[in-house]
């Protein structure tokens, strides 16, 4: 039988341990992927902690991770264009990609350009970047407010936005203030008073936020109404009438194969990351929480 990290339950990181599991066939339409890679997101983190159980109650013995890279091992029945042996980056809408082995309806091929770790980073930013644009309809001459551009989600909407004529406004912290230069946005510094130096650089048509750390009142004040502001992850996003997207399907179909080209190309930029074998997702977990690491950490199998 091959091994996962299992989540026993709900509470610290202690709770994920490494263990035998079946190895699942795939179904209509989905792949089975031999793991080289996952990548660990702040929903996995939260799911784990269980501050999510009520929106998304998870089964037992649940196995997490949203984005994985790998071989294909298996095909399943109506898949075409696809063999076994292909190298592949997927987006794992029900979770398990911290495992040996995961079952993927959404995948794309791995361009021999792009890393295993790359192609494991990659899914769950470019489909919340790109569906979050999609969703605000931001136009070339418009300007976009960018909460988190710092962030993974963050970087890749700055760069696809700024290719697209669009001025982005990207509120970060200090040591994120040179990248977002360099990403084409103009940066300004996160925390109060942030409306105040927002609104020296003049209008905001749109605001974009991927942190989800109370910014919404400044958000829908500077964009003149909740109509155009988008936020990834902040629950109070109902009490200001602001539209909370949630990863789905039809959200962004296409960001993966869309994304992946640019990366293959060397046309976007990864938030910087480290790596740690997935045996010691516990230890990553905690690493994450404790607030002391500013990279992803991305998990692998050798």
Same mark, same amino acid.
């Given at each position: 039988m091959p091994n996962a990290v299992v989540m026993t339950g709900? &509470?610290?990181?202690?709770?994920?341990?490494?263990?035998?599991?079946?190895?699942?066939?795939?179904?209509?339409?989905?792949? *089975?992927?031999?793991?080289?890679? %996952? /990548?660990?997101?702040?929903?996995?983190?939260?799911? *784990? %902690? &269980?501050?999510?159980?009520?929106?998304?109650?998870?089964?037992?013995?649940? #196995?997490?991770?949203?984005?994985?890279? &790998?071989?294909?091992? %298996? #095909?399943?029945?109506?898949?075409? &264009?696809?063999?076994? /042996?292909?190298?592949?980056?997927?987006?794992? !809408?029900?979770?398990?990609?911290?495992?040996e082995y995961a079952i993927a309806s959404i995948w794309t091929r791995k361009p021999d350009t792009v890393s295993w770790i790359d192609a494991a980073a990659l899914p769950t930013s470019a489909e919340a970047a790109i569906g979050v644009l999609r969703q605000l309809d931001v136009k070339s001459g418009e300007t976009l407010l960018l909460f988190g551009g710092g962030g993974s989600v963050g970087i890749i909407a700055t760069q696809l936005a700024v290719a697209q004529g669009i001025k982005v406004i990207s509120a970060v912290g200090e040591h994120d203030e040179a990248l977002a230069r360099e990403l084409g946005a103009t940066p300004v510094r996160y925390g109060a008073g942030v409306a105040d130096r927002v609104r020296a650089l003049g209008a905001v048509d749109a605001v974009f936020d991927a942190a989800g750390q109370g910014v919404l009142a400044d958000a829908t004040a500077l964009a003149g109404g909740p109509g155009r502001v988008i936020?990834?992850?902040?629950? %109070?996003?109902?009490? !200001? /009438? #602001?539209?909370?997207?949630?990863?789905?399907?039809? *959200?962004?179909p296409g960001?993966?194969?869309e994304t992946i080209a640019l990366l293959a190309d060397g046309r976007l930029r990864l938030r910087a990351h480290q790596t740690t074998p997935m045996q010691q997702a516990a230890e990553a977990h905690r690493q994450l929480e404790s607030g002391n690491v500013h990279e992803r950490i991305i998990l692998t199998l050798s």
């Open positions: 709900y &509470g610290p990181p202690e709770v994920l341990k490494w263990a035998q599991v079946p190895l699942t066939e795939p179904g209509q339409g989905q792949i *089975r992927i031999k793991v080289k890679a %996952a /990548g660990i997101s702040p929903t996995d983190l939260a799911l *784990r %902690a &269980g501050y999510l159980k009520d929106a998304i109650p998870l089964p037992p013995n649940a #196995v997490l991770g949203y984005e994985a890279a &790998g071989a294909v091992d %298996a #095909v399943g029945s109506g898949v075409t &264009g696809t063999s076994i /042996g292909d190298a592949v980056s997927a987006l794992l !809408f029900s979770i398990g990609g911290y495992a936020t990834l992850s902040d629950p %109070a996003a109902a009490d !200001f /009438g #602001v539209t909370l997207s949630q990863p789905t399907p039809d *959200r962004a960001a993966l194969d």
